[in-house]
């Protein structure tokens, strides 16, 4: 029994070195969603990937000691572009769900941020069923805001669901929805924004935990992926405990966002 269960200790690590060989012989491709999501991520006019995120990603892959590409692809398509295999990596604040993961793997949670809902400071909002009754709600789609407000709100309030978090905060400037439902990072990036102050725009606060928002953001990958889920994991682990993590997470969010639980 002891013999069998060392052969199948150095079959495992053979399996996970290979696995580890192969990650650093390649390139991995991360995918980002080709819409802006300060300050999360934002692609400069020079074709660079700036913000929390990219910057996370290239941590990752020294920690890795692989090649990386950022390759964009639009939000709706990006968990089929991973199961066709033309990606191999979803670096992009997708919460983890337990719908999401009966398609995909995910690697430990890398941040962890609440829902929150901006409006005019003039306006009347209370984040509950009666206080949203009958509001025009404006979210990016195929979120767990969209996802929550579905539940919980598209039968007594207007939901709308936009393409883009830059659609749903320009109608919200523009007074075509009467608040919006955000990650509280992007929200509260939004409301630093010229735009949202020139039109009074202020943060009625956070709604309340629910299940729908999941157990956290981490990186998407394809269930067979058992090895590079396992370089990631460990990586993301390690970038945790670091100053480097703590350094990015007060440079763009000037609090940490890191997980409470691992």
């Not at 968990?79 to 719908?99: G, H, Q, Y």
Request: glycine share 8%.
């Amino acid at each position: 029994m002891k013999k069998n269960g060392l052969c199948g200790w150095l079959v495992g690590t053979a399996l996970l070195a290979s696995g580890m060989a192969s990650a650093q012989a390649q390139t991995l491709h991360f995918a980002l969603a080709a819409e802006p999501y300060p300050p999360f991520s934002v692609k400069q006019p020079d074709g660079k990937w700036t913000g929390f995120e990219p910057d996370l990603i290239q941590k990752v892959c020294a920690e890795l000691k692989a090649q990386c590409e950022i390759d964009e692809v639009a939000w709706d398509g990006i968990i089929p572009a991973l199961l066709s295999k033309k990606i191999d990596v979803i670096f992009n604040s997708m919460s983890i769900t337990e719908e999401r993961e009966k398609q995909i793997a995910f690697s430990v949670p890398y941040y962890d941020t609440p829902v929150a809902v901006a409006a005019p400071a003039a306006s009347e909002i209370k984040i509950s069923p009666e206080g949203l009754k009958g509001k025009v709600i404006g979210v990016q789609t195929s979120t767990v805001s969209s996802s929550y407000l579905k539940k919980y709100y598209e039968k007594i309030a207007d939901v709308r669901y936009y393409d883009t978090q830059d659609s749903v905060n320009a109608d919200l400037v523009a007074g075509r929805i009467d608040l919006m439902m955000a990650d509280g990072v992007a929200v509260k990036a939004f409301l630093d924004s010229p735009d949202a102050k020139a039109a009074g725009i202020v943060s009625k606060g956070e709604v309340p935990y629910d299940p729908v928002f999941g157990r956290g953001v981490g990186a998407g990958l394809r269930k067979e992926d058992t090895a590079l889920k396992a370089q990631i994991d460990d990586a993301i682990g390690k970038l945790l405990a670091s100053d480097d993590y703590k350094q990015l997470s007060n440079k763009y969010f000037g609090l940490s966002v890191a997980p409470k639980q691992q």
